[in-house]
């Protein structure tokens, strides 16, 4: 059994006018399209795990959404009660954030489990996208420490100059808590423990 701490709970309205409900910058879902009558709840585990729930609001329809996170997720799960148990979900990764597509029935509900690669990537920070490779975190989860790799490309036109670097932590709730590196690098690998 998972024993879960609510951090932030909110209603997502129809409004005839919008096709994306947005939802505070700080939470783990950016944005849900669709028209539909939402509750969104926020959790974390004793392990820093974190969980998110969806619940149809609408008690004649189903609805049918797509959810958009704030960062990239390296593994999303949902809890199957009828299975009673974990079940992966099809991701559509980008650089910036991830996206799934969901089908809540009417009144249902589902909790989702996500393991995330990178969080709190804002793309107007990103002046280079193409030059930069952020790794997966290792080990994850972490108790005391991980490491993270990242390498840094040589620019378009071949160039070895420094390349400004900015490599910042942030919790689920997009509150900075490490800058880790902010400085001028060269091309190559690199590897810093949190």
Same mark, same amino acid.
């Given at each position: 059994?998972v024993?879960?701490?609510?951090?932030g709970?909110?209603?997502?309205i129809?409004?005839?006018?919008?096709?994306?409900?947005?939802?505070?910058?700080?939470?783990?879902?950016?944005?849900?399209?669709?028209? !539909?009558n /939402?509750?969104? &709840?926020?959790?974390t585990d004793?392990?820093? $795990?974190?969980?998110?729930?969806?619940?149809?609001? %609408? @008690?004649s329809?189903?609805?049918?959404m797509?959810?958009?996170?704030?960062?990239v997720?390296?593994?999303?799960?949902?809890?199957?009660?009828?299975?009673?148990?974990?079940?992966?979900?099809?991701?559509?990764?980008?650089s910036?954030?991830?996206?799934?597509?969901?089908?809540?029935?009417?009144g249902?509900?589902?909790?989702?489990?996500? !393991?995330? /690669?990178?969080? &709190?990537?804002h793309?107007?920070?990103?002046? $280079?996208?193409?030059?930069?490779?952020?790794?997966? %975190? @290792?080990?994850?989860?972490?108790?005391?420490?991980t490491?993270?790799?990242?390498?840094?490309?040589?620019?378009?036109?071949?160039?070895?100059?420094?390349?400004?670097?900015?490599?910042?932590?942030?919790?689920?709730?997009?509150?900075?808590?490490?800058?880790?590196?902010?400085?001028?690098?060269?091309?190559g690998?690199?590897?810093?423990?949190?």
């Open positions: 059994m024993h879960l701490k609510t951090t709970v909110y209603h997502i129809p409004d005839e006018k919008e096709d994306e409900k947005s939802l505070p910058r700080d939470g783990m879902v950016q944005t849900v399209t669709g028209d !539909s /939402l509750v969104v &709840g926020y959790y004793d392990k820093r $795990n974190d969980y998110f729930m969806l619940m149809n609001k %609408n @008690y329809d189903s609805a049918e797509t959810v958009y996170l704030n960062g997720a390296n593994e999303i799960k949902y809890f199957d009660v009828g299975d009673n148990q974990w079940k992966n979900i099809p991701l559509d990764n980008d910036v954030n991830t996206a799934f597509n969901v089908r809540l029935r009417a249902g509900g589902k909790l989702f489990s996500v !393991s995330w /690669l990178i969080t &709190g990537i793309p107007q920070k990103i002046k $280079n996208s193409a030059g930069a490779v952020l790794r997966q %975190n @290792y080990p994850n989860p972490f108790d005391q420490s490491t993270i790799e990242y390498i840094i490309n040589p620019l378009p036109d071949g160039s070895l100059n420094p390349q400004k670097v900015d490599l910042r932590v942030y919790d689920q709730f997009g509150k900075e808590v490490a800058v880790l590196v902010s400085e001028y690098q060269l091309p690998s690199y590897k810093v423990v949190f």
